[in-house]
Nanobody
Framework: QVQLVESGGGLVQAGGSLRLSCAAS????????MRWYRQAPGKQRELVAT???????NYADSVKGRFTISRDNAKSTVFLQMNSLKPEDTAVYSC???????????????WGQGTQVTVSS
């Protein structure tokens, strides 16, 4: 009974900013890497950003310098700060997390339902 719930999506003008949040709930023993993906209509799902359990991050070339991923382990939450948004950033953004649940002996990957981000020109 684990859930990842995204929030913070919406409609924003090009050049604007949004901050996405993804909160995990359940009987979580440990949280490993956390990631943000996005998928635009007719396109492949793309890995946008990853943050390790130690806080190191990686970004897709298309968002480097504009997006920042962070995490709050006490709140079991990962964030994606998106600045200087472009119309091509329009997509459904989904969070993914490696979670070690109580009663299990390893990490497994879990997905949220996604949140729509629309950037108007």
């Amino acid at each position: 009974q684990v859930q990842l719930v995204e929030s913070g999506g919406g409609l924003v003008q090009a050049g604007g900013s949004l901050r996405l949040s993804c909160a995990a709930s359940g009987t979580i023993f440990s949280i490993g890497a956390m990631r943000w993906y996005r998928q635009a209509p007719g396109k492949q799902r793309e890995l946008v950003a990853t943050i390790s359990s130690g806080g190191s991050s990686n970004y897709a070339d298309s968002v480097k310098g504009r997006f920042t991923i962070s995490r709050d382990n006490a709140k079991s939450t990962v964030f994606l700060q998106m600045n200087s948004l472009k119309p091509e950033d329009t997509a459904v953004y989904s969070c993914n997390a490696d979670l070690w649940l109580r009663g299990f002996d390893s990490y497994s990957g879990y997905w949220g339902q996604g949140t729509q981000v629309t950037v108007s020109s």
